[in-house]
């Protein structure tokens, strides 16, 4: 179990740092494009809910949940234009769906830290499907 909570941990790590990064790029296009901010902001709750999920699993298995984050935000701000940060974003949440599929394929999990990731994963899948939608329309309007 300890490879698990490990890996819930990092899958945390990066969830922390979408939070950072999305929160960054809400407040930097909420005047600019509402429609995308809005958006962004479902994103960001969907992070703070994975945050707030992961830590309660990490602690049900008896670990101690990480204080780390990850720095999207630096990488965030590296990009120029909104369509850049959007693609960062929409990849940072591929790389957890990745990551998530990774855990369920685990044996071991119990059947509550499986219910929860399959959660997680839906979300990721649901972020994504924003960001390519967003993306694809930026071509038409942008």
């Known amino acids: ?32 494009d509402p429609d995308i901010a809005d958006g962004a902001a479902d994103v960001l709750e969907t992070a703070g809910w994975s ?32 369509k ?16 998530t599929k990774a855990l369920l394929a685990k044996p071991i999990l119990d059947s509550d830290t499986r219910k ?3 959660e997680l994963l839906q979300a990721h899948e649901s972020t994504i499907n924003w960001c390519k939608a967003t993306l694809g329309e930026w071509s038409v309007t942008k």
């Open 84 to 99: 850049e940060k959007l693609e960062f974003i929409c990849g940072t949440q591929d790389a957890d769906l990745q990551a």
């Open 116 to 118: 929860f990731l399959q």
């Open 1 to 32: 179990m300890t490879s698990v909570i490990a890996e819930l941990n990092e899958l945390l790590r990066r969830e922390r740092g979408e939070v950072e990064a999305v929160a960054e790029l809400v407040r930097e296009i909420r005047k600019s």
């Open 51 to 82: 945050c707030r999920g992961l830590v309660s699993r990490i602690e049900w298995l008896g670990g101690t949940p990480t204080l780390d984050a990850a720095d999207h935000t630096e990488e965030l701000q590296e990009r120029e234009g909104i």
